[in-house]
């Protein structure tokens, strides 16, 4: 069993920063990919931004020279680091992984953490 373990999040003014981590936890699995998706109120799940185990990135427009992904293979994790905050990036944050276990490859996500960003 996987399970993707979130941490950071919180409320912040427009402008400030905020760092989102979040750890894949388990035995017998490689991680093909991780990342980011989030959930506004109302609306649906999209991407905010993925990362390969070979380092390639796809940034969602929204977020592009604001947000900086970054990972730790040792350490199965992925960092989120959320400049230049804005309300319109309030949401539920959602961690991703798309891992390879028992010869498959399996989607998982995270419970989620919330993003509120005051103006």
């Known amino acids: 069993q996987v399970q993707l373990v979130e941490s950071g999040g919180g409320l912040v003014q427009a402008g400030g920063s905020l760092r989102l981590s979040c750890a894949a936890s388990g035995s017998g699995f490689s991680i093909n990919a991780m990342g980011w998706y989030r959930q506004a109120a109302g609306k649906e799940r999209d991407l905010v931004v993925t990362i390969t185990s070979s380092g390639s990135t796809n940034y969602a427009d929204s977020v592009k020279g604001r947000f900086i992904i970054s990972r730790d293979n040792a350490k199965n994790t992925v960092y989120l680091q959320m400049n230049s905050l804005k309300p319109e990036d309030t949401a539920a944050y959602y961690c991703?992984?798309?891992?390879?276990?028992?010869?498959?490859?399996?989607?998982?996500w995270g419970p989620g953490t919330q993003v509120t960003v005051s103006s």
């Open positions: 991703y992984a798309n891992i390879r276990l028992r010869s498959e490859n399996w989607n998982y």
